[in-house]
């Protein structure tokens, strides 16, 4: 088995991208998405805090207090972007207008729940916006690392920590595998190269069936 | 009538223990810098706040938990200040942690005069404990009270005489739904221009929504995170 380096499972996640898509992208592993949009497809990035057209990081001149995204980074705006108030930021994502959002994760089971902003006792910061993502969304890719760093499994039946939303995942992918969530099952549909179906068994809780076309996964 | 004032101290007479003040911002861009320093400088406590996250330690609220000013703190995160996570561990004050979106369309709901919304986010999580659940077209949605506060406090880039106000790029965020959720709203600003120079079709929060207006004293605007690309 071979953990995949979290840029493969980018450059994997951003095949699922269509032309004229709206997305949405969390902090951490799906930050690296933009790195490999395919050369001339139009895709706008948004950020929640109220910008269409998302923009690469400023240089040093470009930096503007006034101009942050939503994990309150410094950022731009691309030609065209657009600058909105956060009601409508957020109309637009409860609305279904959104075709993607790209979030870690720190649990997903095997009914497609995601836990990704508590850890009771330990660690509060709070959901964010992470609730009305999922909720609204049209399409919710979970994108992390499928054991933490004690080598538990972080795919379980059922998530421990205190969840962000029911059944709102559509795909996850890991570092070994890519699973895909429907009619309240979860299916096993890619393995990472190098990686053996016996092996993602033996790194999962979670109950869930072998796709029929199951392949390997792409990320060349 | 919109009424200008001469200092944040001075704009914040009124507000006494106890009051609900709404904080404009996302992190610390947009913030109302001016008068949460006045504020921090006041002897008032048991504030309850509305804000989207608790900013940082240093800035923007972290002075007010630190001398604990608040007793009830309404916000979608509260990473970033360890103040406020250390005093929340140690029951110091209220949090009721809330869904963005959600703070965002119940300020919107109490603005438009209407009294619950139903919404999706949450459903099946913690925030939806103690809630009414109802089914439209299958689907679950929670009820949602309207939250408005005593007080809003807003950072805006221009006002004109009128009270007219217009925001800066990501600087606009919560602001002018918060400004149309208080009884008193209270805009600090870069820039007082005339009446008329700013254009008509692109106001953000007309003057309806402001009562009273400060030329900032000083706009540090902090940066949470410098992320460039050089």
Same mark, same amino acid.
């Given at each position: ?11 994997r ?44 990081y400023? $240089? ?10 939503a %994990?309150?980074?410094?950022?731009t ?5 657009v ?9 637009m ?7 993607? $959002? ?6 997903v089971d095997?009914?497609g ?18 609730m ?7 399409r919710?890719?979970v ?27 559509s795909?996850?992918? $890991? ?7 429907k ?27 072998i796709?029929?076309?199951?392949c ?5 | ?5 001469n ?44 804000s989207?996250?608790a900013?940082t ?19 979608s ?8 996570e250390k ?23 109490? %603005?438009?005069?209407?009294p619950?919304i ?9 925030? %939806? ?9 299958g ?10 506060g005593?007080f ?14 217009v ?64």
């Amino acid at each position: 088995m071979r953990k995949l380096k979290k840029e493969e499972v980018a450059r994997r996640v951003a095949k699922e991208l269509e032309e004229g898509y709206y997305i949405n992208l969390g902090i951490g592993m799906p930050s690296l998405i933009p790195n490999y949009i395919p050369s001339g497809m139009k895709v706008t990035l948004l950020s929640e805090n109220g910008i269409i057209g998302l923009g690469p990081y400023p $240089t040093k001149e470009e930096v503007d207090a006034d101009l942050t995204n939503a %994990s309150k980074q410094t950022a731009t705006l691309n030609k065209g972007g657009v600058i909105t108030d956060t009601v409508e930021a957020f109309a637009m994502i409860r609305g279904g207008h959104v075709d993607l $959002t790209v979030l870690g994760g720190m649990q997903v089971d095997q009914y497609g729940n995601l836990a990704n902003w508590k850890i009771p006792g330990k660690k509060v910061k709070g959901m964010g916006g992470a609730m009305d993502l999922v909720a609204g969304a049209k399409r919710v890719i979970v994108m992390m690392q499928h054991v933490n760093r004690a080598n538990e499994t972080k795919i379980l039946k059922e998530c421990t920590l205190p969840i962000t939303g029911k059944g709102v995942v559509s795909e996850l992918y $890991t570092d070994i595998a890519h699973f895909k969530f429907k009619d309240g099952k979860m299916y096993l549909v890619e393995y990472a190269p190098e990686t053996t179906i016996d092996e993602i068994k033996a790194n999962t809780d979670a109950e869930f069936i072998i796709a029929d076309d199951i392949c390997e996964m792409n990320i060349s | 009538m919109v009424k200008f004032y001469n200092s944040s101290e001075e704009a914040i007479f009124d507000i006494e223990d106890g009051a609900t003040i709404l904080v404009g911002g996302f992190g610390l861009t947009g913030i109302p810098e001016n008068t949460l320093k006045a504020v921090n400088k006041k002897e008032i406590k048991d504030l309850t706040i509305v804000s989207n996250t608790a900013h940082t330690d240093k800035h923007g609220l972290g002075p007010i938990f630190e001398k604990k000013q608040i007793k009830k703190f309404m916000a979608s995160y509260i990473g970033e200040n360890p103040i406020a996570e250390k005093q929340f561990f140690n029951n110091e004050f209220e949090l009721e942690l809330i869904p963005q979106g959600t703070i965002a369309e119940r300020l919107r709901a109490k %603005s438009a005069g209407i009294p619950a919304i139903y919404l999706a986010a949450g459903v099946g999580t913690e925030v %939806s404990e103690g809630k009414e659940i109802r089914i439209f077209n299958g689907r679950e949605y929670l009820l949602e009270t309207a939250l408005g506060g005593d007080f809003a406090l807003i950072k805006a880039w221009k006002a004109d005489k009128e009270g007219n106000v217009v925001f800066r790029k990501t600087a606009r965020n919560f602001n002018p739904v918060m400004a149309s959720a208080a009884k008193i709203t209270i805009v600090e600003v870069e820039e007082i221009v005339e009446s008329g120079e700013l254009d008509p079709d692109f106001i953000h929060t007309p003057s309806i929504y402001v009562d009273r207006i400060i030329y900032g004293e000083t706009f540090e605007k902090p940066i949470e995170f410098l992320t460039t690309r050089d």
